[in-house]
């Protein structure tokens, strides 16, 4: 029997509002919005929690000397479609260069690293 049930991944950030907007508009769902914390309930999969995090340092991606800690991975129908819609949501391209691959990766507006998969 597991000790505990998995919640939601929670992201440190400058701005949660701003933050959850943006994976609102990737994701679906709406932001539900408390003192310094915005949940996004996502219809039909986990929760994201966007704390705020005065100071926060992006991470950098790649980077031996300071790692990404993780990433998000996100299937989309088409990736060409996918990453015009990101691009105009905030994101910021890391590794896209490749297009026959099924990945890219991109940094969310506060600098987290997610990669749009080809599903």
Known sequence: MPIAK???????CPDPDALAAF????????????????DLRIPGGPSLAFQAAPGH????????????QFHLDVTVA?????????????????????????????ADPAGHPFCLCAG
């Open 6 to 12: 998995f919640d939601q991944v929670v992201l440190d």
């Open 57 to 68: 340092v992006p991470p950098k991606w790649p980077s031996a000397e300071a790692s990404q």
């Open 23 to 38: 994976y609102a508009g990737l994701l679906g769902g709406t932001p539900e919005v408390q003192e310094d914390w915005v």
């Open 78 to 106: 088409d990736l060409d479609t996918a990453e015009r819609e990101v691009l105009a949501l905030g994101a910021k391209p890391l590794d896209t260069e490749d297009r026959a691959r099924s990945f890219r990766v991109y």
